[in-house]
């Protein structure tokens, strides 16, 4: 790879780390967000976005959006395992999705929407092994714990 594919490589792991980090900071930071209205919203499979908004289950889906944005951007932005939250990044990115009519996810797309569009960028940067370029995953692997157990080297990088 070369210099100038390593850095639009980490620019785009960057920011879009940055907009996943901050997009669960700020839910964190409101005490009054819930996901209660984009679930029972849903245009499409609403029994199960409707079941997800239950009492006894919306705080734990909160918490899972909530954290689940804030790590993923976390290890976008550090470049540590970016596969494991890449991949778990795009099945978030498809329930979002999923939740939105179809064919016409909102007035200006057709099929494809924004959100389509991270889960490809999502699944690319865990592709290419974003967090081995410019990223933490490099000195993670080295660790002597990753050299006892392979397997986590490998989730990790």
């Known amino acids: 790879m070369t210099k100038l594919e390593k850095i639009s490589l980490l620019l785009v792991r960057l920011s879009l780390g940055w907009l996943f980090f901050y997009s669960g900071i700020t839910k964190i930071l409101n005490p009054g967000w819930t996901s209660l209205k984009y679930l029972t919203g ?5 029994g199960f976005y409707v079941w997800m908004s239950q009492p006894s289950i919306l705080p734990i889906i909160d918490a899972l959006n909530e954290y689940g944005q804030l790590l993923l951007g976390i ?3 550090l ?5 494991l939250s890449a991949t778990l990044g795009t099945v978030l990115m498809f329930l979002y999705y999923l939740a939105l009519p179809f064919p016409y996810p909102n ?3 057709f099929i494809v929407d924004q959100h389509i569009i991270y889960a490809a960028i999502l699944l690319y940067l865990g592709v290419m092994r ?8 490099v000195l993670c692997s080295k660790l002597p714990i990753c050299e006892k157990f392979p397997k986590l080297r490998k ?3």
């Open 42 to 46: 849903a245009k499409s499979l609403t």
């Open 75 to 77: 290890s976008l932005i």
């Open 79 to 83: 470049g540590i395992a970016v596969r």
């Open 107 to 109: 007035p200006q797309s």
């Open 130 to 137: 974003a967090g081995k370029t410019y990223g933490l995953e």
């Open 155 to 157: 989730l990790l990088g």
